[in-house]
C-alpha cells in the first residue's frame, strides 16, 4: 500500500514544487520509459540494428515519403547525416579542418564543406563505430537522442510539479510527439531536442541558487555547455531558437529582479556572454562555409509558404503539410490542457511560468508562419476591417535569420515544450484541487487510482501518436556493388553515382552514403555550398541518367578521373524499372561495360583511356 502511495504523492512539500527533487528511482523509471516507448515506435529497429530505418506517412503519398520498391534504394536527408559524420569523425582522427568534406563533390577547383558536425552524436558514432558499423552506431543515436530528451524534459517538468510521475508524463509526449519522430527519421536536428528543456533547467537551478545565496557557477557552467554544443552542432535554426529562447527568459528575470534588492546580474551576464559567443560561432562558421547564403531554394519565401502548416487547427488535426514537413500535431487534450495551464499562471500571477506563458504565443506565431498571416487576415476581414496585413510576411523581409527558415514547424522543438510545460501545471493544478476534495473519501485509494488514470492517459496519447509506420531497409553493406568499389580502393578514383543532379538535390545521398561505406570518393555532392562549378558538372553529366552518353559526358569523366558509375535505383527518379534500361543503354553505347550486377546496384566501368 506504501508504494502505491507514492506513485503520484508529493516527492517533497508542495511549496514550491520548484524545489522539489525526483529521488533516483525516479531516474531510472524515466530511464527505462525512455527507452521502452523509443524500442517500440521504432519497431522492429532494435532486431535489426544494422538496416535503415524510415517512416511511412499515411495516406497514398507519391514522392520522398511514399511506398517505394522495397529492391529500391532512396537517397535521404537521414543518409546524408551519415556521410557527413563519418567525413567529420575522419577529420578529427586525422587533425584535419572538420569542416571539411573530401569525399563528395570529388576532384573539384575546391573543397566542400559543411557545418554539421552533429555534436555530441559524432563523438559517440566514433566510440560505437568500429564495433557496430555506420548504420547501427547512427542508428544508436536516435535512441540515444530519445532516451535524452525524456531525461531533460523530466528534470525541468519536475521543477514544476509536485507529481514525479506527472512529470515523466510530459517528458515521454515531449520527447515523441510526432513532429519530431518525422524528423527524427531524415534530420539530424532531432536528435537535438534535448537541448531546449536542457537549457531552461539550467537556468531555473542557477537562478534559484543565486536566490537563495547558494554557489550557482555549476548549473550556469552547463547552461553555457548546452548552448555552446547546439552552436558546434551546426544545426543553425536550433541554435538561433535556443538562444532567442535563452534570451527572452534571462532579459525577463532580470527585468522582474528589479523590484528586488538582489538582481542576478552575475548570473545574466553568464547566460548572455554563452548566448553571444554562440552565436557569433554559428554565423562566423555559417558565413566561413556558406559564404552567407546558401544554394538552393532557401531563403525563396514561396518555398516558406509551401512547408508550411495548413492552417492554426493543424495542431490538433493530423495534417502532414507537403511532405509531412508541416507536421505539428500535438492533440486535443495536450492543447486544452496547455490553454488551461496558460490561464491559470496568468490569473494567478505565476511569477516563475509566466515568462512561459507569456513567450508560447510568439512562438506559435513563427511556428504557424504563413498560416498564422492567413488566419489573421480571415479574421480581419470577418469584422470588416483591411485585410491585407502580412506581419509574418513582414517579418522574413525584416530580419535575415527568418529568410533561412524554410520549415516553419521546425520551431515545434520549442512550442511543444511550452505546450506540455503548461499542460503539466493545469493537471497538477487539477491534481491539487482533486486531493484536497477527494481524500477525505477515497483515503489511501486516491494515489493508485490517480496514478492508473494517469498511465492510462499517457499511454492512449502516445498511442494516438503513431502517426506513421516503420520501414527499415538494408543498409547494402554486403551488396557485390559495394564490396567491389570497397576492394578497389580509393586509388582507383573517384566513382560517379547514377542518378547525379544538382548540389542541393536530396537524392545524390545515395551516392554519397555509398562512398562513406566503401571508403571512397565520389563526383556526387549533396551540399547547401553556392559551388556553380558542382551546377556545370551535373549539368555535363545529365545525359548519362538516361543512359545516354556524348562527349561532354565523357570529357568530364576523364578529367576527373573517374572511370567507375555506380547506377542506383532510386525511386525518386527511376520508376518501374527505369534504371536498368539506363544501365543497358550505357552499356550499348560501347563506352561502358558491366562489372558487377545486383540490385539495387550496378557497377559499370569506363571504356578505354581514362
Known amino acids: 500500500m506504501t508504494s502505491q502511495r507514492q506513485l503520484l504523492h508529493p516527492a517533497a512539500p508542495p511549496e514550491p514544487p520548484a524545489t522539489a527533487h525526483p529521488s533516483g528511482r525516479w531516474w531510472l523509471l524515466a530511464v527505462a520509459a525512455a527507452v521502452a516507448v523509443s524500442l517500440a ?43 557527413v559524420n563519418r567525413v567529420v569523425i575522419d577529420n578529427v582522427r586525422q587533425l584535419r579542418e572538420p569542416y571539411l568534406d573530401l569525399v563528395s563533390g570529388a576532384a573539384g577547383p575546391e573543397p566542400l564543406r559543411t557545418t554539421s558536425l552533429d555534436l555530441p552524436w559524432t563523438a559517440v558514432e566514433a566510440l560505437l563505430l568500429p564495433l557496430a558499423g555506420l548504420v547501427a552506431a547512427y542508428n544508436s543515436t536516435l535512441v540515444l537522442s530519445s532516451v535524452l530528451t525524456v531525461l531533460c524534459a523530466f528534470g525541468l517538468l519536475r521543477r514544476h510539479t509536485r507529481y514525479p510521475l506527472l512529470a515523466l508524463a510530459g517528458a515521454l509526449l515531449y520527447a515523441f510527439v510526432p513532429g519530431r519522430m518525422f524528423q527524427l527519421s531524415l534530420h539530424f536536428n532531432a536528435v537535438m531536442w534535448w537541448a531546449f528543456p536542457a537549457a531552461a533547467w539550467a537556468l531555473e537551478a542557477m537562478l534559484e541558487r543565486h536566490r537563495s545565496g547558494r554557489r550557482w557557477l555549476a548549473p550556469g557552467l552547463w547552461l553555457a555547455g548546452v548552448t555552446l554544443t547546439v ?16 534570451g527572452f527568459l534571462v532579459v525577463w528575470r532580470l527585468a522582474a529582479a528589479l523590484r528586488r534588492a538582489s538582481v542576478p546580474l552575475g548570473p545574466g551576464v553568464l547566460a548572455l556572454g554563452a548566448v553571444a559567443v554562440t552565436d557569433a560561432y554559428v554565423l562566423g562558421s555559417f558565413r566561413w562555409v556558406f559564404g552567407g547564403g546558401v544554394a538552393g531554394t532557401n531563403g525563396r519565401y514561396e518555398e516558406v509558404v509551401r512547408y508550411a502548416p495548413r492552417g492554426l487547427l493543424t ?54 508562419g ?39 514547424a521546425r520551431m515545434l ?52 501518436y503513431r502517426v506513421f509506420r516503420t520501414v527499415l531497409r ?15 580502393g580509393d586509388q582507383a578514383g573517384p566513382f560517379l553515382g547514377l542518378p547525379v543532379d544538382g548540389p542541393t538535390v536530396p537524392w545524390n545521398a545515395a551516392s554519397t552514403y555509398l562512398a562513406s561505406q566503401t571508403r571512397r570518393r565520389t563526383l556526387n555532392a549533396y551540399n547547401q555550398s553556392p559551388a556553380p562549378w558542382l551546377e556545370a558538372r551535373a549539368a555535363a553529366l545529365d545525359p548519362l541518367n538516361r543512359g545516354r552518353v556524348d562527349d561532354a559526358a565523357l570529357a568530364m ?37 558491366l562489372v558487377v550486377d545486383d540490385p539495387p546496384f550496378a557497377l559499370l566501368e569506363l571504356v578505354g583511356p581514362a
Not at 231 to 246: D, F, K, T
Not at 431 to 456: E, I, K, M, Q, T
Open 315 to 368: 495542431l490538433v488535426h493530423k495534417n502532414l503539410g507537403e511532405l509531412g514537413e508541416g507536421l505539428v500535431y500535438v492533440g486535443w487534450p495536450l492543447a486544452i490542457l496547455a490553454l488551461a495551464g496558460g490561464v491559470a499562471v496568468l490569473v494567478r500571477r505565476r511569477g516563475d511560468l509566466a515568462p512561459y506563458a507569456v513567450l508560447t504565443v510568439p512562438v506559435l506565431f513563427l511556428t504557424f
Open 231 to 246: 552552436g558546434l552542432s551546426g544545426e543553425y535554426h536550433h541554435s538561433l531558437y535556443l538562444s532567442g529562447m535563452i
Open 557 to 593: 569523366l576523364r578529367a576527373t578521373g573517374t572511370r567507375q558509375v555506380v547506377v542506383v535505383d532510386e525511386p525518386h527518379v527511376y520508376c518501374c524499372g527505369q534504371w536498368r534500361e539506363v544501365v543497358d543503354g550505357l552499356v550499348a553505347s560501347g563506352h561502358f561495360r
Open 413 to 464: 522543438v520549442l512550442a511543444a515544450l511550452l505546450l506540455v510545460l503548461l499542460a503539466v501545471v493545469a493537471v497538477d493544478g487539477a491534481a491539487a484541487w482533486a486531493a484536497r476534495r477527494l481524500r477525505p473519501r477515497l483515503g489511501a485509494a486516491l494515489p493508485a487510482a490517480a496514478a492508473l488514470v494517469l498511465v492510462l492517459a499517457t499511454g492512449l496519447l502516445l498511442n494516438d
Open 474 to 488: 538494408p543498409a547494402e553493406t554486403g551488396n557485390r556493388v559495394t564490396v567491389a568499389l570497397r576492394a578497389a
Open 370 to 408: 504563413p498560416a498564422a498571416d492567413r488566419a489573421l487576415q480571415r479574421a480581419l476581414e470577418r469584422v470588416g476591417l483591411p485585410h491585407g496585413l502580412e506581419p509574418y510576411r513582414l517579418l522574413v523581409d525584416a530580419v535575415p535569420f527568418l529568410r533561412f527558415q524554410r520549415v516553419t
Open 41 to 83: 515506435l521504432t519497431w522492429p529497429l532494435v532486431l535489426h540494428p544494422q538496416q535503415r530505418w524510415s517512416v511511412r506517412l499515411p495516406g497514398p503519398r507519391p514522392g520522398p515519403f511514399g511506398a517505394p520498391p522495397a529492391s529500391a534504394f532512396a537517397g535521404s536527408d537521414s543518409l546524408q547525416t551519415m556521410h
